[in-house]
C-alpha cells in the first residue's frame, strides 16, 4: 500500500491581499456594510430619543414623580403627614363603611355610564351614518356637549333641575304630570343621565368612524345572500365594529371611574351618599378631614382599580377579534 503525502490547501490569492486566517467558529467577519448599517441603526436610535426626551421629561415630571411622591404620602400619617404608617392606611380602607359605600356608587355609575354609552352611542352612530339631510348638524349638535366644561355642564343642570325654578319640571306643569325632585328622589339616575348627555356623542362619533371603515362590498354580498337588515348588523357590522366598542368601554370605565364633577357641583354627594363618587369622597378626605395619608392611599387603590379593570377589558376584547 502506498503512502500518500499530505496535501496542501491550493489558496488562491489576489495580488496584494492577504486571506483572514484566523476566524472564530461560527461567527461570520463583519463586512463594511453591517458595520456601516450598525452605525446607522445607533444614529437613528439617538436621533429618536432625542425627539422623545421632551415627551419622556414631560412624564418624568407631571407623572412618575406625583405618582412616587402619592405612593410615599399613602404610607404617612397624621395631620400633617409626617408620621410613618406603614400600609395602615390601606387598611383603614377597606373597614371604612364611607369608602365602601363610594366605591359601590362608583361601580354602579361607571357600569350605567358605560352601558349606556355603548348603546346610545351605536344607535346615534347608525342614525348619523345614514344618508340623511342635515346629517353634519346632527352630528355637531350631539358632539357640543362633550367639548363643554364640565363646570358649565353641572351648572346648566343644575338650574334646569331645580325644583322650583327648573324648565324641566315647568315642561311637566305645562303637560299636566306632577313634578319631581330630580336630585332628592333619584339623585344617582340623574347624574348619570347627565353624563350620558354629556359623552354620548363622542361615543357616536367614534362608532361613525368604526362604521365608516368596513368596507360596503361586505354587506352587498350578504344581501346578495338573502342576508336582512338584523343578520347583517349581527353578523357583520357588530364583529367589525369589536375593537371600537372595546375601546369605548375601556374609555368609559375609566372616566366613569374618576367622575368627580358630577357630584362635586350638581348634587355635592347627597343626599345621604347617595351620589358620593369616590373621587368627591378622596377629595372630601383630602381638603375637608385635611387627612392626606389616608386620602393618597384611597387614591393608589383606585390606580388599581382602574388598571385591573382595563387589563381585563383588553384580555377580553383580544379574545372576541373577528377578522374577515
Known sequence: MRSRAPRTPITHRKAG???????????????????RRTSIARREARTAYLFLAPALVFFAVFFYTPIADILNTSTLTGPHADRFDGLGNY????????????????????????????????????????????????????????LTSIAVIGLLWQNILDPQTGILNRVLTELGLPTQQWLITHPLATIVAVTLWMITGYTMMLFLAGLQGIPQEYYEAATVDGAGAWRRFRCITLPLLAPTTLFVSVMAVISGLQAFGQAYIITGGGPAKQTDLYVYHVYE????????????????????????????????????????
Do not use: C, W
Request: no cysteine; proline share 4%.
Open 17 to 35: 491581499k492577504t486571506p483572514i486566517t484566523h476566524r472564530k467558529a461560527g461567527k461570520s467577519p463583519i463586512t463594511h456594510r453591517g458595520a
Open 285 to 324: 378626605t383630602a381638603f375637608r378631614d385635611r387627612d392626606f395619608g389616608y386620602s393618597s392611599a384611597l387614591s393608589v387603590l383606585l390606580m388599581l382599580v382602574i388598571v385591573a379593570f382595563t387589563l381585563v377589558q383588553l384580555r377580553a376584547g383580544r379574545r372576541g377579534e373577528v377578522q374577515y
Open 91 to 146: 387598611a383603614d380602607a377597606f373597614h371604612d363603611p364611607d369608602a365602601r359605600n363610594s366605591f359601590k356608587v362608583t361601580l354602579i355609575f361607571a357600569a350605567a355610564t358605560t352601558i349606556g354609552a355603548i348603546v346610545l352611542g351605536l344607535a346615534l352612530a347608525l342614525l348619523a351614518n345614514r344618508p340623511l339631510r342635515g346629517r353634519t348638524l346632527f352630528r355637531l349638535a350631539l358632539l357640543v356637549p362633550y
